[in-house]
């Protein structure tokens, strides 16, 4: 794991730098115990700098530990903390979402093909309100759609409210194979749109993180052509990556991601 990250870390790192990292730690490995861990713990070394922001359904604030460097990074990695997540805002800007995101998750025996399908069509209908965006996979069985705003003035209201409009209209369209309702036991068969991520209180699986599977996949940037093409062949192989693939394609690819972080657009009105 060590290895992964400080090998990833000039791609990973633009995406983790100046937010709260959550740390999914797996202490026993991933068979047993998990937690999430907000809160930078109180023995971190004077170099892994910390923000605190407030909270939003009690009092007090939540002191979070930021990776800005590779040892931050790896400091918390030796925490047998598999997954890093975060928010979509940076801790010192925390009430301004710097983009918005679809996650297609399906429930069984809906398949990441199913996502790769849908995503494709949500890529269609945002590029017709003049949204560029952009995929990732779950590092799972799903598919992340980023749509980078990074413009003043927009809020988690607003970014909340059309993510959820456009999930709703997804359902109505297509009832027998999309929800937008939290309900588990209405997932099945169905690729759920989880709107509800857009939110001041959420975080989302870092890009370039492992998930704390059996086997080491990561989530991982794909182009839209890479999803036509896992979803035209059927094939999921096609769009899932290991940690070895990963550096191999970032090597290749560059940053796939990297235009999340710049790119500015304005919700439509």
């Not at 995406?15 to 809160?39: I, Q, W």
């Not at 070394?45 to 931050?72: F, H, M």
């Not at 710097?98 to 995503?119: N, S």
């Not at 070895?244 to 657009?265: H, M, N, T």
Request: net charge positive; hydrophobic share 35%.
């Amino acid at each position: 794991m060590i290895d992964y990250y400080s090998r990833v870390a000039p791609a990973m790192l633009p995406h983790l730098r100046g937010r709260g990292v959550t740390l999914k730690r797996y202490p026993r490995g991933t068979d047993e115990s998990v937690f999430f861990e907000k809160e930078c713990p109180p023995f971190h070394p004077p170099w892994v700098k910390t923000q605190s922001v407030p909270r939003r359904l009690r009092e007090g604030d939540i002191n979070y530990c930021l990776a800005q460097d590779v040892a931050s990074l790896v400091w918390m990695i030796n925490l047998d903390a598999i997954e890093l997540h975060v928010p979509l805002a940076l801790t010192k800007d925390w009430s301004r979402p710097r983009e918005m995101v679809f996650d297609l998750d399906p429930g069984e025996p809906a398949t990441l093909i199913d996502c790769c399908r849908f995503g494709l069509r949500f890529r269609d209908v945002l590029a017709g309100l003049g949204l560029q965006s952009f995929a990732k996979t779950s590092g799972g069985k799903g598919l992340h759609v980023y749509v980078p705003l990074n413009t003043p003035g927009i809020t988690f209201d607003d970014t909340k409210t059309f993510a959820r409009a456009v999930a709703t209209i997804f359902e109505r369209e297509n009832p027998n194979h999309i929800t937008a309702t939290m309900t588990r036991n209405l997932r099945r068969g169905k690729v759920f749109v989880d709107w509800s991520q857009n939110d001041q209180t959420k975080t989302t699986v870092c890009v370039y993180s492992l998930r704390a599977k059996g086997k080491p996949t990561v989530s991982t940037p794909v182009t839209w052509k890479e999803v036509e093409s896992a979803a035209k062949s059927g094939d999921a192989d096609r769009i899932t990556f290991v940690a070895d693939d990963v550096l191999s394609r970032v090597k290749k690819l560059g940053d796939l991601f990297a235009p999340v972080r710049k790119l500015k657009q304005k919700l439509p009105q």
